[in-house]
């Protein structure tokens, strides 16, 4: 399948030196901050709310970043205590362990981000593709250009503007959550309708900023293939239009889209952490939102990790399959 | 005068770039005469009643510490597009830098910028920008301009140097080497005029990608806390739920000047696109 062993070596060795830039980075720059990150941690932590248990968080702070031991040995116990995804505990809600908060807010990130991204790759590589296709009636690309545009504004800004229209003005979806104040969560018909209610809005926000981009993306790959010679060819043997334009042309034209696919899966996580602070949903990316407002230090860095290594690993994914997608990729030589 | 009519064909020729860099001039003038009509002191706590709806003396309002609403769009707008303006002016330099030598030169150097470039495009830039805008409470800037564009030198360095290899091999530059022009001189009196194109449109979207994670940083809270600037303005909106308390005077402006920034970033960025890749230029169906 056109992948040497020494390319699939290389590949996984630099998804280990990017986990590693990234805890180095955690590392290195709260010893760079002048002064004692833990006497600022606890000071901020003493203007929010009383601590009582200053002792017992100096102390865990302490064993954290392990301040008694000399530098590399804090440095080699930092390393392998991200390699194994131990953050040590939040600051915020003291006694939780980082990764129990961050594996509870996973599914609720992941649900909502993983269907929109899907969602609007879908739909986009298709409408971009049509929207330079000669088959495409003209009445029709006129109606599709205006999407494109929705690739300037930024998802958080469409997301103000929705929720302002459809929750405030209109009043004719939720404002925010993931479910009516006080409803049971269970797996009845009227609780998940209710949730699914909520997601509509972030869903749609974030849906359409991202179905420009997938439509200019295709677009210009479309704009490409068009003038291939296999599509003459195809025209010629007197294929039908809609054979031609799904299995030849677009078909063709979005294996760069596909790329972009799995780097922007990867992306899911860091891409839409101001969607879940808007609509305030108990993600990934709120929970970062309020571990910053409380500089919950441990917490910001355990989530940010996991940011990097998603990443990361989608990369790494495509990397390995890539050659099986695209026959004319081959990694058996150099 | 030839030069001028040459001018005004071009901006009529690529309406995506004139109407975006109109929009941007617009938002520069807007931050550079705001001043004129309206005094600092109107940033100063308390200078005009606390979440007063818009009136004639404050015609956006003011916000929960009584700061005139206006004044901080005006003196904000400009710290917004100057954190961009950085961003991309750095992020630019390195890539112009290292994509020429790395395009030019080949071999080993060629081989690290390709492989620090992969490594840095790999981490998420929001990611490390929350690490280190965590700890620095209160940067300035500079500071921010520069961080944001560790993140971004790595796609322009990409793209000069994909456009030196293949302009290397082009007859002009062969024909400079075999004519006896140093090294240096091909790369100043050769590649560099056929590479602005490539260059200007690399320093659009890295401004737009700066200002994007500058914007992203500042409404989760994070970056230049001392002067105000119009996301900073916006994540005040999201702290006081200001949507739920109907207090539209404090979110809609910073919104809608987002917006239209993002749009005059965007159609720029596309016009210099088609500039740099004349292909994609009225790419639909004919």
Known sequence: MGLSVGYVIRRIAMFLVVIWVAATINFIIPRLVPGDPIQTMLAHMAQTERIENAAAITQELRATYGLDAPIQEQYARYILNSFRFDFGLSLNQFPTKVGDLVLRAMPWTIGLLATTTLLSFGLGTLMGALLVWRGTPRWAQVMLTPFTFFAAVPYFLLAVVFLYLFAYVW???????VATAGAKAEWTLAYVGDVLQHFILPAAAMALAGLGNWMLGIRGMMVT???????????AKGLTDRRIFFRYALRNAMLPQVTSLVIA????????????VIFTLPGIGNLLYRSIGFLDYPM???????????????????????PRLDPRITYTRK | MTRLNHIV????????LTAGLTILLALILFGA????LISEEQL??????????PTADHPLGTDTSGRDMLALMVYGTPVTLKIGLI?????????VFLGIASGYLGGWFDELVRSAADVMMTIPAIAVLVVISSFTRDMSIELMGSIIALFAWPYTTRAIRAQTLSMREHGFVRMAKISGQSDLEVILKELMPNLLPYIAAGFVSAVSSGVLASVTLQLLGLGPLSKPSVALVLNLAFNYAALLRELWWMWMPPTVILIILFIGLFLTSMGMDEIANPRLKGARAK
Request: glycine share 14%; proline share 4%.
């Open chain 1, 171 to 177: 009043k004719i979806l939720p404002t925010g959550g």
């Open chain 1, 225 to 235: 293939t068009i003038g291939a010679d296999y599509l003459n060819l195809a025209y």
């Open chain 1, 265 to 276: 899966l990867g992306h899911i996580v860091s891409g839409a952490i101001l969607i879940e």
């Open chain 1, 300 to 322: 910001i860095q355990g989530i940010t990790f996991v940011l990097v290594v998603s990443v990361a690993f989608s990369v790494l994914l495509l990397d390995l399959f890539y």
């Open chain 2, 9 to 16: 064909r071009f901006l009529a020729s690529n309406w995506k």
């Open chain 2, 33 to 36: 005469l705001g001043p004129v």
């Open chain 2, 44 to 53: 100063q706590l308390g200078a005009g009643g606390f979440t007063k709806p």
């Open chain 2, 87 to 95: 961003a991309g002016l750095v992020a630019t330099l390195a890539g």
